[in-house]
């Protein structure tokens, strides 16, 4: 009976120490719990693509991205000489009836394409490889560029180089059937690339603080001197820029009113390069147009060679000529002349 008494103690103090150090761990789990995830607005900034954005907690800030004190503000639309009119957003997703009941018979020749898309004016949140992410109405969409044609307002020709986050973009394309907030375009015409602005890339050759403005080489048009005003955008990255931001053998696209006569482009806008940019040149631009220099050296000096070599031909034909001339002068009359002529000729 005692031994019972004291089994039934010990099973009661061990079911006491057990509880306690549950309760323990529990409350030591609770405060690591509020110490870590206490619901405070969270900034951080994305490593690979340098996209800052804000997270309810510190928990829910993802694997490769960083927190930092405050993401800068974002980049508002580049409205430069845009009308109103244009500016004004529109957005229509309809489906394609044909492509509905095809695909019911089983007898679409293409199963994307169902449901089209028709937007103006989105804006331009991000860029990525060969997509984009636009903004409209607050609702986001990613945009698949491939297969898609790139234009600018006048409908000319255009390429990923040119645009900017913050563009206004008009798109055409398709819905994808299992992702809703995935576009196939087939075109889009960035409406924010006019057709009074030029599109000059290159590399800062220097900078005049002074003066706010900095020296451009570029391939096709050599040095262009680029004068920053307080109307200037300047997109660094994904956010808004300042011209402190801007850095000698840094890679730029700039945008603006070109005086060719006096080689200065007055800029509207300036999208600076960065490490991780999905756009090649503002990647690697400086690699690229020193790449591309040192092959138009080679193939001058191949055609440079190339000149001389017939300079030297001509040089040796024409001390040929002189020679037989030399000679006619020689003769005392017009027959014997012609006859040493026609005799060197049989000669040759």
């Not at 079911?15 to 719990?33: D, H, M, N, R, Y």
């Not at 969270?42 to 490769?64: H, I, S």
């Not at 995935?182 to 220097?206: D, E, P």
Request: glycine share 6%; hydrophobic share 30%; charged share 20%.
């Amino acid at each position: 009976m005692k031994n019972t008494k004291i089994l039934y103690l010990f099973l009661v103090l061990s079911l006491c120490v057990a509880f306690t150090l549950k309760a323990q761990e529990a409350t030591t789990q609770s405060q690591e719990s509020n110490q870590v995830c206490v619901q405070v607005i969270t900034p951080a900034k994305n490593l690979q693509t340098g996209e800052c954005k804000e997270f309810p907690t510190p928990c829910d800030v993802p694997q490769g991205w960083q927190r930092v004190e405050k993401c800068p503000p974002e980049i508002s639309p580049i409205v430069n000489e845009i009308p109103q009119n244009v500016q004004r957003q529109e957005l229509s997703i309809k489906e394609n009836i044909g492509q509905v009941i095809c695909k019911a018979l089983g007898t679409c020749p293409n199963q994307k394409g169902q449901t089209e898309v028709t937007m103006k004016s989105a804006i331009v949140k991000n860029i990525s490889d060969n997509q984009l992410e636009v903004s409209i109405f607050n609702l986001t969409y990613t945009i698949d560029l491939s297969g898609t044609k790139l234009l600018r307002n006048n409908w000319g020709a255009s390429n990923l180089e040119e645009f900017s986050i913050g563009d206004l973009v008009n798109v055409w394309g398709y819905l994808d059937n299992s992702n809703y907030t995935l576009i196939h375009a087939k075109n889009v015409r960035n409406v924010s690339l006019q057709a009074t602005l030029g599109v000059f890339k290159g590399t800062i050759k220097s900078i005049d603080g002074t003066n706010n403005s900095f020296v451009l080489t570029t391939q096709e048009r050599g040095d262009q001197t680029v004068i920053v005003s307080q109307e200037t955008k300047i997109v660094n990255g994904t956010s808004t820029g300042a011209f402190s931001d801007l850095k000698e053998n840094q890679n730029v696209v700039v945008r603006g009113t070109w005086n060719k006569t006096l080689s200065k482009i007055y800029a509207k806008s300036v999208i600076i390069g960065f490490e991780n940019d999905p756009r090649r040149f503002l990647r690697e631009g400086l690699k690229i147009m020193q790449k591309e220099r040192e092959e138009v050296k080679g193939t001058v000096k191949e055609l440079r060679e190339k000149i001389q070599n017939q300079i030297e031909e001509t040089r040796k034909r024409i001390n040929e000529l002189l020679e037989q001339l030399n000679r006619f002068r020689g003769t005392s009359t017009l027959e014997s002349a012609t006859s040493t002529s026609q005799s060197t000729s049989s000669n040759q």
